[in-house]
């Protein structure tokens, strides 16, 4: 209970300058434009009056805002159930807010409740469940935002951790001709193409890019790279290093792959376009 009571304190602290704003603007807007007849009141009462209008609304948002979602549904985790009981807090407000007015401009401003009187009177309740309800999702979506930004830096973080580890890894392609074949880092590894009975190795050295070719098969180099992750078949004659990816995109039915500061185009085969979207995304 402790907890709980600390949470509706907090709670009341952060909201408590919104539910003030939102009286003073049912305040101001009933004192000026006067949708409610108060010419029988002078101006100091007309203010007191008005001004209770404005702190019935403080009240109730307070109750219905504030206390009622911490002490009734404090519980609940689910989104959907969460948007079901914003619906209902701001129905609750409404409902509570057109009464109270009611009552208060009859037994209190002496006011005769025509039809005109309750349709105006209803649209103003309606004031603090709307600007509640704005303030609500602006906040969920700053939260959203915020929780995004946050994964995506442990993202960033984590595939740098990732990409160090790469540079430090080498990895060694034999020729079937030559007695010495070529060294390379994992991480300057951009593409490797089958070109008849060799292969053409694509790699990056400094800040230009090489190629090398290898008396090799394409099914032999997919072997040698089948634990390294980032490396993936994407055609009968091409692998990619999926860090390299900088876009997929569809051509005349064709799927191509756009590298990062490489102008050539990568095809992509139907059958493994499922696979390598599940690693892009």
């Not at 209770?52 to 307070?62: E, V």
């Not at 064709?254 to 499922?274: A, M």
Request: aromatic share 14%.
């Amino acid at each position: 209970m402790g907890k709980n009571q600390s949470n509706i304190v907090q709670s009341l602290k952060e909201n408590l300058g919104l539910y003030f704003a939102i009286s003073i603007g049912i305040f101001l807007f009933v004192l000026f434009f006067q949708p409610f007849p108060i010419s029988q009141f002078d101006f100091n009462n007309s203010l007191l009056f008005v001004g209770g209008l404005g702190g019935t609304s403080f009240l109730f948002m307070i109750l219905i805002h504030n206390v009622l979602p911490w002490n009734v549904f404090r519980e609940t985790r689910d989104l959907v159930n969460k948007r079901i009981i914003s619906y209902l807090a701001g129905f609750a407000l409404w409902l509570l807010c057109s009464v109270a007015f009611a009552f208060y401009l009859h037994f209190v401003g002496k006011v005769h409740l025509s039809f005109f009187i309750i349709l105006k009177l209803v649209i103003i309740a309606l004031a603090p469940s709307i600007a509640l309800r704005i303030h609500d999702l602006l906040h969920f979506y700053k939260q959203k935002e915020l929780s995004l930004l946050n994964k995506n830096q442990f993202l960033q973080k984590k595939l740098e951790k990732y990409q160090e580890g790469l540079q430090q890894k080498t990895i060694e392609f034999a020729s079937d001709t030559e007695s010495k074949g070529i060294k390379l880092f994992l991480n300057d590894i951009v593409w490797i193409k089958s070109a008849d009975n060799y292969v053409e190795i694509y790699y990056r050295e400094g800040s230009n890019f090489r190629k090398k070719m290898l008396r090799n098969t394409l099914k032999n180099i997919e072997v040698q790279l089948k634990n390294h992750a980032e490396f993936m078949r994407c055609h009968r004659t091409t692998i990619i290093n999926i860090t390299y990816v900088d876009k997929l995109f569809r051509k005349s039915n064709n799927y191509f792959l756009h590298l990062k500061e490489v102008e050539e185009q990568i095809p992509v085969s139907r059958q493994y376009i499922i696979s390598l979207k599940e690693s892009l995304w």
